[in-house]
Antibody
Framework: EVQLVESGGGLVQPGGSLRLSCAASGFTFSSYSMHWVRQTPGRGLVWVSGMSTDGSNTIYVDSVKGRFTVSRDNAKNTLSLQMNSLRAEDTAVYYC????????????WGQGTTVTVSS | DIVMTQSPESLAVSLGERATINCKSSQIVLYSPSNKNHLAWYQQKPGQPPKLLIYWASTRESGVPDRFSGSGSGTDFTLTISSLQAEDVAVYYCHQYYAAPYSFGQGTKLEIK
């Protein structure tokens, strides 16, 4: 079964850091680009970041550039998102998603992990 | 950046009736090399992640019932549920994956009348 499982969410103070992980199984992780998307009741679904199959290319939404860093370990089938200088507006459910390069876009999503930035 | 605008924000349809959701992109999302629109539709039920229903504007994902169909090209797209079932109650999102930053519509909440 194709599966993505996020972890690492929690409560953090403004200015703090958090590292999210996404464990992949059931498919050849190294063959797929991977992305992060977050969701809040107020702002809906927002794409955050993406990384190519070998990690050589990364892209970010402007609001997280310079604060968030995406990485992957193809040997461990894991995608990560290091989040620094967190702000209240980063509060959201964070999903990792598999990107099908044949043209489907994001075809498999994890269940999400909740990040709350509050003092 | 490409802005995706969905209408209506909410929709109540009787069981067995047709539901139609519209999506407009602020720019064309047609990928020239493949001549396919990079437009997807997702279904999200409470407490669950989004589920891919339609990609390339009109291609159903494997396992998606054929009562779901997508249409449109250029900047105007439509998701149609031909005969609403109780299990179709959800929020539906359109999504452009043509150009980063990839973007989503604000969602349409579909309920039973």
């Amino acid at each position: 079964e194709v599966q993505l499982v996020e972890s690492g969410g929690g409560l953090v103070q403004p200015g703090g850091s958090l590292r999210l992980s996404c464990a992949a199984s059931g498919f050849t992780f190294s063959s797929y680009s991977m992305h992060w998307v977050r969701q809040t009741p107020g702002r809906g679904l927002v794409w955050v970041s993406g990384m190519s199959t070998d990690g050589s290319n990364t892209i970010y939404v402007d609001s997280v550039k310079g604060r968030f860093t995406v990485s992957r370990d193809n040997a461990k089938n894991t995608l990560s998102l290091q989040m620094n200088s967190l702000r209240a507006e980063d509060t959201a459910v964070y999903y990792c998603a598999r990107w099908d390069d044949s043209g489907k876009g994001m075809d498999v999503w994890g269940q999400g992990t909740t990040v709350t930035v509050s003092s | 950046d490409i802005v995706m605008t969905q209408s209506p924000e909410s929709l109540a349809v009787s069981l067995g009736e047709r539901a139609t959701i519209n999506c407009k992109s602020s720019q064309i999302v047609l990928y020239s090399p493949s001549n396919k629109n990079h437009l997807a539709w997702y279904q999200q039920k409470p407490g669950q992640p989004p589920k891919l229903l339609i990609y390339w504007a009109s291609t159903r994902e494997s396992g998606v019932p054929d009562r779901f169909s997508g249409s449109g090209s250029g900047t105007d797209f439509t998701l149609t549920i031909s005969s609403l079932q109780a299990e179709d109650v959800a929020v539906y999102y359109c999504h452009q994956y043509y150009a980063a930053p990839y973007s989503f519509g604000q969602g349409t909440k579909l309920e039973i009348k």
